[in-house]
C-alpha cells in the first residue's frame, strides 16, 4: 500500500505520515473496489499517473496471467517511481513515461491504438483523469474503467449550492439539506444512517436509490444509466425537492 502524504486532505494521509511506526498494527475496514476488472476484454490496458498506481497494481494482481495486457505509467521520475520493480514482475509490457526527460504519454496516440476489444482502465491527477475521460468520450461506458483521488467539485465553498429538501420514503420523513451541507450530512443530523466511506462520490458505499427529482450528480463513480435512479449523498444534490429510498 503507497499513501500520498497530502497537506490539504481530510487528515488521513497526514495521520499515517506522521503518527505511525514501522511495525505498528492499524486495524482498517475492508478495501472497496473502484475499479473491477473486464472479463470480456480481449486486451486490457492500464494507464497510471503517480501516486494512481495504487489502484493499478490492485487490478493487475487479479488479472489471469495469460490476458493480453499493457500497462503506461506516468510519473515526474523514473527513480523515483514507487511499484516499478512490481509491474515488471506481471508479464505485461510495461511503458514508462517520464517527464523529467521528456517521454510524456500521448493520450491521443494511446487511444488510437486500441481495438473496439480493449478496455481502458486508468487513475491519476485530475490532468490525465481529463484528458482520457475527453478522448474515450465516445467509448461504451463499460469499456472505460477509472478511479480518482480527487474530491468532487465543492461548490459549496464557492457559494454555488441551494437548499433543497429530501423524502425519505418508508420512514415518511422530510428533510432540509441545507446549502452549507451535504445531504448525507443531513440525513445523518436527521437520524437517518447511511453508510459510508470516501465521502467524496468516488467509492460507492454511500449509493442511494432515488424515485423524485432533479439531482445534480458529482460522482465519479456512477455510470448515465445508473444515474437514472441511483446517486451518491455524500456529493449530489437536488434542484427543489426530490424522494429517495434506504
Given at each position: 500500500?503507497?499513501?500520498?502524504?497530502?497537506?490539504?486532505?481530510?487528515?488521513?494521509?497526514?495521520?499515517?505520515?506522521?503518527?505511525?511506526?514501522?511495525?505498528?498494527e492499524?486495524?482498517?475496514?475492508?478495501?472497496?473496489?473502484?475499479?473491477?476488472?473486464?472479463?470480456?476484454?480481449?486486451h486490457?490496458?492500464?494507464?497510471?499517473?503517480?501516486?494512481g498506481?495504487?489502484?493499478?497494481?490492485?487490478?493487475?494482481?487479479?488479472?489471469?496471467?495469460?490476458?493480453?495486457?499493457?500497462v503506461?505509467?506516468c510519473?515526474?521520475?523514473?527513480e523515483?517511481?514507487?511499484?516499478?520493480?512490481?509491474l515488471?514482475?506481471?508479464g505485461?509490457?510495461?511503458?514508462?513515461?517520464?517527464?523529467?526527460?521528456?517521454?510524456?504519454?500521448?493520450?491521443?496516440?494511446?487511444?488510437?491504438?486500441?481495438?473496439?476489444?480493449?478496455?481502458l482502465?486508468?487513475?491519476?491527477?485530475?490532468?490525465?483523469?481529463?484528458?482520457?475521460?475527453?478522448a474515450?468520450?465516445?467509448?461504451?461506458?463499460?469499456?472505460?474503467?477509472?478511479?480518482?483521488?480527487?474530491?468532487?467539485?465543492?461548490?459549496?465553498?464557492?457559494?454555488?449550492?441551494?437548499?433543497?429538501?429530501?423524502?425519505v420514503n418508508?420512514v415518511?420523513?422530510?428533510?432540509?439539506v441545507?446549502a452549507?451541507?451535504?445531504?448525507?450530512?443531513?440525513?445523518?443530523?436527521?437520524?437517518?444512517?447511511?453508510?459510508?466511506?470516501?465521502?467524496?462520490?468516488?467509492?460507492?458505499?454511500?449509493?442511494?436509490?432515488?424515485?423524485?427529482?432533479?439531482?445534480?450528480?458529482r460522482?465519479s463513480?456512477?455510470?448515465?444509466?445508473?444515474?437514472?435512479?441511483?446517486?451518491?449523498p455524500?456529493v449530489?444534490?437536488?434542484?427543489?425537492?426530490m424522494a429517495?429510498?434506504?
Amino acid at each position: 500500500m503507497a499513501i500520498k502524504r497530502e497537506a490539504e486532505g481530510r487528515g488521513g494521509s497526514i495521520a499515517f505520515h506522521d503518527a505511525l511506526d514501522i511495525g505498528e498494527e492499524v486495524a482498517v475496514s475492508a478495501p472497496v473496489a473502484g475499479m473491477t476488472l473486464d472479463d470480456t476484454a480481449e486486451h486490457h490496458v492500464f494507464v497510471a499517473g503517480g501516486i494512481g498506481i495504487t489502484a493499478i497494481i490492485g487490478l493487475l494482481n487479479g488479472l489471469a496471467s495469460a490476458s493480453s495486457a499493457e500497462v503506461h505509467y506516468c510519473v515526474r521520475s523514473a527513480e523515483s517511481a514507487p511499484y516499478l520493480d512490481d509491474l515488471r514482475g506481471f508479464g505485461a509490457p510495461v511503458h514508462v513515461h517520464d517527464s523529467s526527460v521528456g517521454t510524456r504519454l500521448d493520450v491521443g496516440e494511446l487511444i488510437e491504438t486500441c481495438s473496439p476489444t480493449t478496455t481502458l482502465y486508468f487513475c491519476g491527477p485530475p490532468g490525465l483523469m481529463s484528458d482520457i475521460s475527453t478522448a474515450t468520450s465516445s467509448w461504451p461506458a463499460a469499456r472505460v474503467r477509472s478511479e480518482t483521488f480527487t474530491p468532487a467539485q465543492d461548490l459549496a465553498a464557492e457559494g454555488g449550492d441551494e437548499p433543497f429538501e429530501v423524502y425519505v420514503n418508508g420512514v415518511g420523513k422530510t428533510i432540509q439539506v441545507c446549502a452549507e451541507e451535504t445531504m448525507l450530512s443531513a440525513l445523518r443530523r436527521s437520524g437517518v444512517h447511511v453508510d459510508s466511506s470516501c465521502e467524496a462520490g468516488q467509492c460507492g458505499t454511500c449509493v442511494l436509490e432515488y424515485t423524485e427529482g432533479d439531482v445534480l450528480h458529482r460522482d465519479s463513480i456512477l455510470d448515465d444509466d445508473e444515474r437514472t435512479e441511483m446517486l451518491t449523498p455524500c456529493v449530489s444534490r437536488a434542484r427543489g425537492r426530490m424522494a429517495i429510498d434506504l
